[in-house]
């Protein structure tokens, strides 16, 4: 069981827009910020996503994150086929002093 | 570019100790950055191992803790997995990355574990 709770998978059709929901506490999310990644699989995990909000270089403007009290959200824009993957929330963990990832999503374009 | 590379038995016995290597190149691992083990075992996500500063400092997931050593060699510019009592629970997709707290910029391609009774 994943300290950061994600949907176990979310879907939509290319063009619209999809977000992906990511819930902590106090410890986590709460006082830190939210890392988010891309997942494909047989490949690296993608930093997508760090300090909540802020994009890599080279990561398309479709995606962005948000954080709100103990919770997170990545949001995808414009969806394309090539966004399938699995994603994964992470933060650090005050109380654990370490970092905590989410269970994952998997990102169905339909 | 930082490039990091995954090395170490594919295949390990269980009550063993798992070994696993991270090379660094394109990068002196003693200029800074925290270096970190990430695991996914099959069907599951991804598990935080823990992290290790070029001092020294180190960081364990509380779970693991009893069992993990990460160390690093900066004469060699690498660092190593240490996983000691291996269960078949250990069988994983190990990668090795280089970052921050959370915040990992580049990740090893991973490499397969697998733990045999």
């Known amino acids: ?110 | 570019q930082v490039q990091l590379q995954e090395s170490g038995p594919g295949l390990v016995k269980s009550s063993e100790t798992l070994s696993l290597t991270c090379a660094v190149s394109g990068y002196s691992i003693s200029s800074g950055y925290y270096w970190g083990w990430i695991r996914q075992p099959p069907g599951k996500g991804l598990e935080w191992i823990g992290n290790i500063y070029y001092s020294g400092i180190t960081y364990y997931n509380p779970s693991l803790k009893s069992r993990v050593t990460i160390s690093v060699d900066t004469s060699k510019n690498q660092f190593s997995l240490k996983l000691r009592s291996v269960t078949a629970a250990d069988t994983a997709v190990y990668y090795c990355a280089r970052g921050h707290g959370p915040k990992f910029d580049d990740w090893g391609q991973g490499t397969v574990v697998t733990v045999s009774s």
């Not at chain 1, 802020?54 to 948000?66: H, L």
């Open chain 1, 1 to 110: 069981q994943s300290v950061l709770t994600q949907p176990p998978s979310v879907s939509g059709t290319p063009g619209p827009r999809v977000t992906i929901s990511c819930s902590g506490s106090s410890s986590n999310i709460g006082i830190n910020s939210v890392i988010w990644y891309q997942h494909l699989p047989g490949t690296a995990p993608k930093l997508l996503i760090y300090a909540s909000s802020q994009r890599p270089s080279g990561v398309p403007d479709r995606f962005s994150g948000s954080k709100s009290g103990t919770s997170a959200s990545l949001a995808i824009s414009g969806l394309q086929s090539e966004d399938e993957a699995d994603y994964y929330c992470a933060a650090w963990d005050d109380s654990l002093n370490g970092v905590v990832f989410g269970g994952g999503t998997k990102l169905t374009v339909l």
